[in-house]
Structure formats: structure tokens, C-alpha cells
């Protein structure tokens, strides 16, 4: 019963905690950039906020933002797209 | 607190089960709409159209040929009636063309056919070229010898609207007797006058766009149709197996004889007795049909088939009284009074309408003047042909292709219709990349097989792109075409929100407890 809460208060601060907001946008933008590489700048620019504000996990944005960049470039390239439309 | 636990517990899991539901659900739709497909051969652009705009065509496809890769670009002279029958479709979701060349916009009936069979259009005007008189007409330095030379010809004869109705229709009262008529204008170039040989009228027995536009011209004045329906009456007193008995505007040329099916090609090799091997036009003159006259886009009148033709052409009187021949400059200062709409409908937006101008004296005269548009369909084509249409827009309205077409004699788009084009040719992208993308999703959908991000993420692009090609005609993606992707990103920021308040909302009852 113990081990339950104290999982469920980790899943709490987990979702809570300070910068997980800025780390969702930076998600957000980053899915983006597969059609629009240029907004993968923006995942950039909340990955670093989500590291301002603490968020351990922010890293991971970030890597996520700057792949989905490489790969909106790659297939808008291949599509023959502007990267910036 | 007993109550509130196991549902806090289970909230995350039931989230994530909604999500896979809701994803699974959205891309179920997008399968599951009606499919739409095009009959053309897969990894070829099928264009059609009329013969108007036809090297020019031929030239610009060369000239991008190798940026179309992987796709092949394609154009066929059908007439422009056919070409567009041919885009509308003969079934739902059948068609046999990718995209039109037409120098009218589609009618009413067109429009719904094709509305009825599932395809969508835009109109992209990219070339504006004058309707030629030629007038094969030899000018007195020609003495009757067994040869001809192109400079022996009379350049730029001055026509008015009634000289041409009288040359295409007939005088009652007086007769034009030949080349020679007193009230027909000397020539403007070597040789003061014309040779007064007969005036023979010839005309394209396909329905043309040329056709049309030297008979709305002879339709624009009470006097210029009353010679034009004299014409008529007298071709069938004299049994010239008229066409018709009426002098209404239209495609179809109102004589039977000499009339050539076929385009201005055919017509013009013909009168010229162009050479099959070398397409030089014969000196002969016993060869030759010395006299001619008869409509023909001025693309066809300087080197359309790489040897110069150099054909006399006649300079028409415009709306402001000067007498101006046919060339780029003359179809650019015409065009410069154009106006293009700019509608919501795209039945009528980026139609271009020729305005007569009184004060303009180097403009062509407008009735003279056709406007080609590309007709590309906004729904139906696979993603690559919607790429490589795309990627065809862009070349044909940036700076080599607009100089192809200056090059033949038509006059290149203006910044507006560019801008229009370049809109267009976004949309097809953005279709494109849309079909690639719910090719690659179908496509991985149905292998269940796990794979790291990185490399789903690389078969995205090489299924998006590389099957569409040979899955082209009957590939679920292709209904995809035409959706917009703003839904989805409305979709992501509204969940991101959601999980904010939902992450104030825990906060809060942690802060409670």
C-alpha cells in the first residue's frame, strides 16, 4: 500500500513538475517539423525553456526537436518543399 | 480518498487508451474515405490541350524533364475540347489526363462533370499568346519565279476589324477582288505592295481557341458580322460545304474548304508544305498556297519546330486605332491592361479577362489575344505527380521558363499570376506530402513489426515517396489529397493544453492532500 502511494505521488511530481509544460511544446512543435522543418526551431527554443525551468528531461526534447528537423529537411527536400513555406 | 484513488491511479492508463483509440480512429478515417485514382499512366504527367501553346509545351517539359525525375512529363495535342473532356473524367474517379492546357476556362457543364467524378481544380494562367493573321501573301519583289524567298512575303498588312471580315466574310456590294485591292494596305516591310494574287481563306477544322477568337473579333461589330454571315450565305450558294450557317462565335471554323483538321501544325504544314524530315517550309512556290490566310497562334509563326518559319502576319487594328502586329511586346502591353480575378471560387479565380484599352497603342487587339492556363486538379493525383506538378508550376512560372515561353512569342505571366501559380503550386506540395505521409502510415500500419524511431522515421520518407509512384492508381492515400493539416495541429495544441489544466488540476489536489 505504501509502495502505491509513494509510486503515485512520483507519477504526480512526474507530471507537475516545473518545465513539463515547455517540454509537451517542445514535443508538439517537434511532430511539426516533420512537415514543417522550420517550427522545429521552435522545439529547440522550448526544449532549452524546459531546461531553464528544471525539467530533467529536457535533453530528450531537444534531441527529439533537432531529429525531426533532420527528417522535415530530409523529406520536405525529397518532396521538394520549401523548408521554410 | 478510497474512492478518489483507484480513478487517479487509472487516469493516466484510460488517457492513454483514449489516445490510442482517438489516433487509431483518425487515421481509420483517412483509409477508410473513397478512393480516388487517375487513369494516366503511373510515374508519367499526362497534359493535353490544343495546339496553340504546343512547343511551347514541348519546350518547357524538355527543359525541366530532368527535375520531374522520377516522374515523366507528358503533353498531347487532342484539341482543347478533348483535353478537357479528358480532365473532367468519363466516371467518377476515371480520368485520362493529369492536367489541361486551355485558353478558355471550363464551362459550366465541364465544371460539374468533373465535380461529379470527384476532381477539384485551380487555374494557372503562364502564357498569353496573340492570334496570329497569317497572310502568305507575296509582296512585288516576287516576280513569278519558280522559288520564293521569306523576304519576298508582305509583312505586317494593315487590317482593320471590317478588312478582316471582309477578307473572312464577303462583300456583297463590293467584293475584295484579291491581294491587290486598293483598300487593302501595302505592305510595311521590303515590297511597297501585296501581290495581286486571290485571297484565300483557311481555317483549322478542329475546334481551336484560334478559331474563336478571329470570330468573336468579327462578331465584336454590327458591319464585321454582317460580312461574316454574307460569307457564310455565299459559301453555301457557291457550295463551299459550309459548317455551319451561322456566324456565331465558336471553336469550329465556319468553312468546310480548305479547312485542315489537326491543329495549327497540320494547317500551317499544308499551306507551307512544311517537310516531314527537316519541318523547313517549302520554296517552292507552285508548291505553296500563295494567297493563304488564316488564323494560327503566333507561337507558330517564328521557329516552333526549330527551323524559322518566319510567317507574314498581319497587324490588326486595336481598340485604341493603331495597326500592331502580333509579338512579345505587342501581347505584353495587352496583357498589362488584363485584369486577374482573385475569388474564393475556384471555378472563376485567376481567370484572366483582356480589357480593350483606347489610350494603349501597343497592345494586341484583345479579342485577339489568348490567355493559356494550366488546369491542375487539387484532389485525386498520387503524391508524386502532385510533386512533380507542383515542381512543373514553379519552373514554368520562374525565370527559364518564362523566358522559354518569351522565345516563341507569347508573352510571360505577369508578378500577379506568378504569385497566384506559386500559391498553387504549395497546395499540390502540401497534398503531396500529405498522401506520402498517409501511405507511409498505411503502409507501416499493416506490418505490426517493431522498429526503432529513427528508422520508422526514415521509412516514412522512402515509403511516402517511393511507393507512390507504382501504387499510384489506386492507393488509399490519394483521397487524403486536399485535406489540411491545421486540423492537426489545432489537435496537438489542444491536447498540450489539456494536459496543462489537467497538470494544474493535480497540483492543486496535491496541494489539498
Known amino acids: ?85 | 480518498m478510497r474512492v478518489l484513488a483507484p480513478s487517479s491511479r487509472a487516469l493516466p492508463r484510460i488517457a492513454l487508451a483514449m489516445m490510442v483509440i482517438f489516433v487509431t480512429a483518425a487515421f481509420g478515417a483517412i483509409d477508410s474515405a473513397p478512393p480516388a485514382h487517375a487513369d494516366t499512366a503511373a510515374g508519367t504527367v499526362s497534359g493535353e490541350g490544343g495546339d496553340a501553346l504546343n512547343p511551347v509545351m514541348i519546350k518547357l517539359l524538355h527543359d525541366d524533364g530532368a527535375a520531374l525525375t522520377p516522374d515523366f512529363g507528358s503533353y498531347t495535342n487532342v484539341d482543347v475540347d478533348q483535353a478537357i473532356a479528358d480532365f473532367v473524367g468519363t466516371a467518377p474517379n476515371t480520368f485520362n489526363a493529369d492536367f489541361v492546357v486551355t485558353e478558355r476556362p471550363l464551362t459550366a457543364a465541364e465544371s460539374a462533370t468533373a465535380a461529379a467524378n470527384g476532381r477539384s481544380f485551380v487555374y494557372v494562367p503562364f502564357a498569353a499568346a496573340p492570334v496570329a493573321i497569317m497572310t502568305f501573301v507575296p509582296n512585288d519583289t516576287y516576280q513569278g519565279s519558280q522559288t520564293i524567298a521569306p523576304s519576298q512575303f508582305c509583312q505586317h498588312i494593315d487590317l482593320t476589324v471590317n478588312d478582316l471580315a471582309e477578307i473572312f466574310g464577303y462583300d456583297t456590294t463590293s467584293p475584295f477582288v484579291n491581294w491587290g485591292d486598293s483598300r487593302i494596305s501595302s505592305c510595311t516591310s521590303q515590297g511597297a505592295t501585296a501581290d495581286p494574287i486571290p485571297i484565300t481563306r483557311w481555317g483549322n477544322l478542329d475546334p481551336t481557341m484560334e478559331n474563336y477568337a478571329l470570330l468573336s473579333l468579327l462578331n465584336s461589330t454590327p458591319s464585321a458580322l454582317g460580312y461574316l454571315q454574307a460569307g457564310i450565305t455565299q459559301a453555301i450558294a457557291t457550295n463551299n460545304a459550309e459548317q455551319t450557317t451561322t456566324s456565331a462565335t465558336s471553336e469550329n471554323w465556319p468553312y468546310a474548304s480548305p479547312a485542315i483538321p489537326g491543329g495549327d501544325e497540320a494547317l500551317l504544314g499544308k499551306i507551307l508544305q512544311l517537310n516531314p524530315l527537316t519541318d523547313t517550309p517549302s520554296t517552292q512556290a507552285a508548291l505553296l498556297s500563295l494567297g493563304a490566310v488564316t488564323p494560327v497562334s503566333s507561337v507558330w509563326t517564328g521557329a516552333p519546330l526549330g527551323v524559322e518559319l518566319n510567317l507574314p502576319t498581319a497587324a490588326i487594328q486595336n481598340a485604341q486605332g493603331s495597326f500592331v502586329s502580333p509579338s512579345v511586346v505587342s501581347a505584353t502591353a495587352s496583357e498589362a491592361d488584363a485584369t486577374l480575378a482573385a475569388t474564393s471560387n475556384p471555378l472563376t479565380n485567376n481567370l484572366v479577362t483582356y480589357n480593350p484599352s483606347s489610350t494603349d497603342a501597343a497592345a494586341y487587339n484583345t479579342y485577339l489575344m489568348l490567355q493559356s492556363y494550366l488546369v491542375i486538379p487539387t484532389n485525386g493525383l498520387p503524391a508524386d505527380k502532385a510533386t512533380a506538378l507542383a515542381q512543373f508550376i514553379r519552373f514554368v512560372l520562374g525565370k527559364t521558363g518564362q523566358a522559354d515561353i518569351e522565345s516563341f512569342g507569347a508573352a510571360p505571366a505577369t508578378p500577379a499570376m506568378v504569385a497566384a501559380g506559386l500559391k498553387v503550386a504549395g497546395v499540390l506540395n502540401a497534398e503531396a506530402a500529405l498522401t506520402s505521409t498517409a501511405n507511409a502510415i498505411s503502409a507501416t500500419s499493416t506490418t505490426t513489426t517493431t522498429t526503432p524511431a529513427s528508422g520508422g522515421g526514415s521509412s516514412v520518407v522512402a515509403g511516402g515517396a517511393g511507393s507512390s509512384g507504382s501504387g499510384s492508381s489506386s492507393t488509399s492515400g490519394l483521397a487524403f489529397t486536399g485535406s489540411d493539416p491545421v486540423p492537426l495541429v489545432i489537435l496537438g495544441t489542444a491536447l498540450v493544453v489539456i494536459g496543462e489544466c489537467a497538470r494544474r488540476g493535480l497540483r492543486r489536489r496535491s496541494a489539498r492532500s
Open chain 1, 1 to 85: 500500500m505504501n509502495s502505491i502511494d509513494t509510486g503515485r505521488r512520483r507519477q504526480v511530481d512526474g507530471l507537475t513538475a516545473p518545465g513539463k509544460a515547455s517540454f509537451d511544446w517542445a514535443i508538439l512543435f517537434a511532430a511539426l517539423a516533420l512537415v514543417v522543418p522550420a517550427s522545429g526551431l521552435a522545439g529547440a527554443f522550448f526544449a532549452d525553456r524546459s531546461r531553464r525551468k528544471g525539467y530533467q528531461r529536457w535533453k530528450a526534447a531537444l534531441a527529439m526537436a533537432l531529429w525531426c528537423v533532420f527528417l522535415g529537411v530530409v523529406l520536405t527536400g525529397f518532396l521538394k518543399m520549401p523548408v521554410f513555406p
